[in-house]
């Protein structure tokens, strides 16, 4: 049984969307800037929001799959920062790409999944299940 629709995933899901918008920003803006650190920053505290709160969002009151996912981001997270502070650019940017792609757009990907909350508000709201 998918949760009722509730503060935390509102918080949740706004805090992805934000992190989806302002990543896609930051990848076309120049780096190593003071705006590139700032957005960065925030970036990175829409990310820690966005996995935070995912233990929160349980089906059937357990635990799932997604939640080593919500880890592995805050490890990965982490690491980033890691990286940047040490000037270790490659890594950083490698780090960043992964949490972007799979941290957010793949696992973006499957909220949409029909017999998903979200999925199910997207898809029933356009007419489509």
Known sequence: MQPAFNPVI???????????ALGA?????R??????RMAGRSWAALMLVTAISSFWIRS?????WIHALSVTVIALLAAAVHFAVTHRVRAHRRTIIGLYAGGLM???LFTLLPYRLLGRLVWGGLGLL
């Open 10 to 20: 509102l918080v949740h899901t706004i805090a992805a969307l934000a992190a989806l």
């Open 25 to 29: 920003a930051m990848f076309l803006a």
């Open 31 to 36: 780096k190593g800037t003071l705006a590139h």
């Open 60 to 64: 059937s009151g357990s635990f799932s």
């Open 106 to 108: 793949l696992t973006g």
